[in-house]
């Protein structure tokens, strides 16, 4: 390999799934609380499927935000639903 290789970080591969984070996150480098996901991220956390999500905002025991086009998911809303049960 050449050296110019060498010097782009490689993406970290977490799950199957590649981040463009070259090192594994760490509670150092995770100083930013998230505050809300996606609906894909909040798939991907909650183990539920995106007709799930969107039937539980639809039944309004989620909360969901919209930002234009997106759908944001407040964290807070997420992690209630999961301790609480829906």
Known sequence: MSAIY???PY???TNGRRTLH?????????????IAYSIKDACRVSSLGRTKIF???ADGKLQSRKIGK??????ESLQKLITEGA
């Open 6 to 8: 060498r010097q782009i």
């Open 70 to 75: 997106r759908t944001l998911i407040p964290a």
């Open 55 to 57: 039937g539980l905002i």
């Open 11 to 13: 993406p970290f591969i």
């Open 22 to 34: 070259s090192q594994p996150p760490t509670p150092e480098r995770q100083h930013n609380p998230i």
